[in-house]
């Protein structure tokens, strides 16, 4: 209804509806509700009130606070996560208090800014003095301090491409691939078949599809790719073989398009991490606009990017402490490339596999893999104890990024370079990012399927992605550098992947501790 009926896009729709995702979250006479999986019926004679509907302190205080932590990055999560912050603020609660604001954020998925920045906007926003509480960023900025079009090239250099992280952005001030489609604009949805079905609006075409709502699986994640046996006689010193895992961007692929014109950019402020650099969603779009002559929105389902979109290639590696044994691999473009880059020693074979599609256009994709393996293979060679639960990784990324991560009981430690920062408070958000994306996936993350290829794990709690509440301290540690900036985000990615999986002794499988 409120995004349908009354054309109000800053409640965003990421998990249509699972009710899982916490950005359609608005306030229902002050108390924080999931729109998507509320009947109309139960708000009527109630007051129902959005990110657009807060008070004017409200929102500046606010989207100031997300700005100077680098709480936002491409924006789809911010509004709900603001309105939920608000209603509890408006019920008295204290968010300056970790376990309050975490038990808040349990709600909610946020895949870009690792959960801590917008802990540390929450105490930033309630706390007058920002020493006494340990959750306000360090370093922060007040907004008028920043310099905006700094901040934006440091965006767009992590994200690859246009990304502003502003005000407007932490309240859904932005237009996404779904939004700004002109009145009168039909929508389409694919069916459990694959039809396409459309209608006046999406409950319309939901109803025609016949809408299947994905579950949670018993079926338990296994890796689709068996260990290689080494040679008669002999055993690997390190095995390692990954399983399938959703990149769960939050924003589902979407488009509009009119007749003969161009599709809308489904990429809108970023935050896919490179999963939807080649979505089919635009030309999905165009071409059903020719089609039926007439305006057109496409929207894939949390279901359908489960899928259909993406996912890194799973391998199954064995080798020798001298770098010599066999990686075998999904069939992916340019995955033997990468992997002989760091491990020219191994032999690579590529495999077919049932399953999603297989993309190297994820964050560092095969090659954190191949970095992990490399890792514990100099820590072979260098005696250090398999099972110390400390552990440091190093590397420098193919473009010029250097990261080092320590992974202790105390929390991830990270120190990086790479090149001019611009804007120190975004380049902490997209490294404290890596660093959550690369924990969880080492300890948490996976996704079932099928010996079919069937993909069973379609809701977005089934994928294993690690909770405010799960997510250990990142501190970041930023050096100086008149060099040209470079991404960093691959670079954290890996180490801490490497210095994660090793301070979890380099076992066999990931993830380590689902």
């Given at each position: 209804?409120?995004?349908d009926r009354l054309g109000i896009e800053t409640v965003l729709d990421g998990c249509s509806p699972q009710g899982q995702c916490g950005c359609c979250t608005v306030l229902v006479d002050d108390a924080p509700r999931v729109a998507c999986v509320t009947p109309a019926r139960r708000v009527a004679g109630r007051h129902v009130t959005t990110a657009a509907g807060l008070s004017a302190a409200e929102q500046q205080r606010w989207s100031d606070a997300f700005v100077a932590c680098g709480a936002t990055q491409c924006g789809f999560c911010t509004p709900g996560i603001v309105c939920r912050f608000v209603g509890h603020e408006r019920r008295g609660a204290d968010l300056s208090d970790r376990a309050t604001v975490d038990k808040a954020l349990a709600a909610h998925l946020c895949r870009c800014t690792g959960w801590q920045t917008i802990r540390e906007a929450a105490a930033h926003a309630t706390v007058r003095d920002a020493a006494a509480t340990s959750l306000v960023a360090s370093p922060s900025a007040d907004v008028s301090e920043r310099d905006a079009t700094a901040a934006a090239r440091r965006a767009s250099i992590e994200t690859g491409g246009p990304q502003q992280s502003v005000p407007a952005s932490v309240l859904g001030g932005f237009d996404f691939g779904a939004d700004g489609a002109p009145p009168g604009t039909l929508?389409?949805?694919?069916?459990?078949?694959?039809d396409w079905h459309t209608a006046e609006n999406l409950t319309e075409a939901r109803r025609k599809a016949s809408k299947v709502q994905g579950r949670r699986t018993t079926l338990e994640p296994t890796p689709p790719i068996s260990i290689p046996e080494p040679p008669p006689g002999t055993q690997w010193d390190i095995q390692l073989a990954t399983c399938w895992t959703e990149p769960a961007y939050l924003e589902t692929d979407a488009a509009w398009c009119e007749p003969g014109g161009e599709p809308s950019?489904?990429?809108?402020?970023?935050?896919?991490?490179?999963?939807?650099?080649?979505?089919?969603?635009?030309?999905?779009?165009r071409q059903l606009a020719n089609d039926l002559g007439h305006p057109i929105r496409v929207l894939w389902s949390r279901e359908d990017t489960v899928r259909r979109g993406p996912k890194r290639p799973p391998l199954a590696a064995g080798l020798s402490t001298n770098g010599t044994g066999i990686i075998r691999v999904a069939r992916t473009p340019g995955v033997t490339e990468v992997l002989r880059s760091v491990l020219p020693a191994a032999e690579v074979?590529?495999?077919?596999?049932?399953g999603?599609?297989?993309?190297?256009?994820?964050?560092?994709?095969?090659w954190a893999e191949a970095q992990m393996l490399a890792a514990a293979l100099e820590r072979l060679r260098t005696g250090a104890p398999p099972e110390a639960a400390t552990a440091?990784?190093?590397?420098?990324?193919?473009?010029?990024?250097?990261?080092?991560?320590?992974?202790?009981?105390?929390?991830?430690?990270v120190h990086i370079?790479?090149?001019?920062?611009?804007?120190?408070?975004?380049?902490?958000?997209?490294?404290?990012?890596?660093?959550?994306?690369?924990?969880?996936?080492?300890?948490?993350?996976?996704?079932?399927?099928?010996?079919?290829?069937?993909?069973?794990?379609?809701?977005?709690?089934?994928?294993?992605?690690?909770?405010?509440?799960?997510?250990?301290?990142?501190?970041v540690t930023i050096e100086p550098s008149h060099r040209p900036p470079v991404p960093a985000g691959n670079a954290v990615f890996a180490a801490v992947a490497a210095a994660a999986w090793l301070s979890r002794g380099a076992p066999a499988q990931l993830p380590t501790g689902r």
């Open positions: 209804m409120l995004r929508t389409a949805i694919t069916g459990p078949t694959g950019d489904p990429l809108a402020n970023g935050g896919a991490f490179g999963g939807k650099t080649a979505s089919p969603v635009r030309e999905e779009a074979v590529e495999v077919d596999t049932l999603p599609p297989t993309s190297m256009d994820l964050r560092a994709a095969v440091t990784a190093e590397l420098t990324s193919p473009e010029g990024a250097t990261a080092r991560a320590t992974v202790s009981p105390d929390g991830i430690d370079n790479a090149g001019n920062p611009l804007d120190v408070v975004t380049l902490r958000s997209y490294a404290i990012g890596a660093s959550h994306m690369a924990w969880s996936w080492v300890t948490s993350e996976a996704l079932a399927v099928d010996a079919e290829g069937g993909v069973h794990d379609l809701t977005i709690r089934s994928f294993g992605i690690a909770r405010s509440a799960d997510t250990p301290r990142i501190e």
